[in-house]
């Protein structure tokens, strides 16, 4: 529970950016989230089921109007949980950052299609990938450079400038092999984040994962992205470090902070997000 109202995970169609997002209006954005479970596809929304592997979704301050609203949208009826479509639950969740805490959600309470299962757990990024043609994928790291990104994955065309609302920069992912800091999206819910808009192919998707480490380091996402000079908001793949691999009290390799460096420059943005990030790399030294 939180002080309003009740702590709900949400993984499908009620996440931002997707068809039933505005059920939600009212209620408070607490931010991504990570639920252990399988994923599937159940033809026009997904489910989740108990099994080894990670879900993505978000976590809402829910009160207990909307709460009843959802449990209708779900098929959920409190007087006859076994014979509903969907059970609502509490499970263990974690924040981005690897804090734990309990949430409710909805489990499906059927036996789903044995194929139809989503493995990398993020709905959003599934609708995505479904879509014919090119990807939209941002960078915020050191893939801002183009020299970078390009060595990388090859031609990637126009670059859009926008940013992540609600995200700030954080050095805080460690980086393989190393006892180093690398970029990440760090949730505050205030801040946003710059970042560059991408479109690119499949295959380069598929590149970038091996260069991020994906799963194991990064996870590849869909989160919500606003150009600049955009009304809306765009879905979008990125990157996110593993909770597993979020820490504290390392540096940043001066390499790496070039990188980062001139991909701000060549947009000609202010490098206050990123002393801000190196700031935070100090006080955390200074406490260890």
Not at 173 to 201: I, M, S, W, Y
Request: aromatic letters at 10%.
């Amino acid at each position: 529970m939180t002080a309003s109202g009740s702590r709900l995970f949400v993984y499908g169609t009620l996440l931002r950016g997707l068809s039933r997002a505005q059920v939600l209006h009212g209620a408070r954005f607490l931010g991504p989230a990570l639920v252990e479970g399988q994923l599937f596809d159940l033809g026009r929304y997904p489910g989740l089921r108990p099994g080894r592997g990670l879900v993505v979704g978000e976590i809402w301050d829910v009160d207990a109007a909307t709460l009843r609203r959802i449990d209708r949208i779900e098929d959920f009826d409190p007087s006859d949980p076994s014979g509903s479509l969907y059970q609502r639950v509490e499970i263990p969740a974690r924040s981005l950052s690897g804090t734990p805490f309990a949430a409710a959600t909805y489990r499906y309470n059927r036996r789903p299609p044995g194929n139809a299962r989503i493995v990398h757990g993020d709905y959003r990024r599934y609708l995505l990938e479904n879509r014919p043609g090119q990807q939209p994928m941002v960078a915020y790291g050191s893939n801002l450079r183009l020299s970078r990104i390009q060595k990388r994955i090859g031609p990637v065309g126009r670059r859009r400038p926008g940013t992540f609302p609600g995200f700030r920069l954080s050095l805080e992912k460690r980086a393989a092999g190393r006892a180093r800091v690398v970029a990440n999206l760090r949730f505050t819910g205030q801040d946003r984040c710059p970042g560059a808009l991408h479109r690119v192919e499949p295959w380069q998707l598929q590149a970038m994962d091996r260069f991020e480490g994906t799963p194991d380091h990064y996870l590849r996402v869909a989160l919500p992205f606003r150009p600049d000079g955009a009304r809306g908001l765009r879905l979008a793949h990125t990157w996110i470090a593993h909770p597993d691999r979020v820490t504290t009290g390392l540096p940043v390799a001066p390499g790496y902070l070039a990188h980062l460096r001139a991909g701000y420059r060549e947009f000609g943005w202010a490098q206050a997000p990123i002393d801000l990030a190196v700031g935070d790399l100090a006080e955390g030294t200074d406490e260890g």
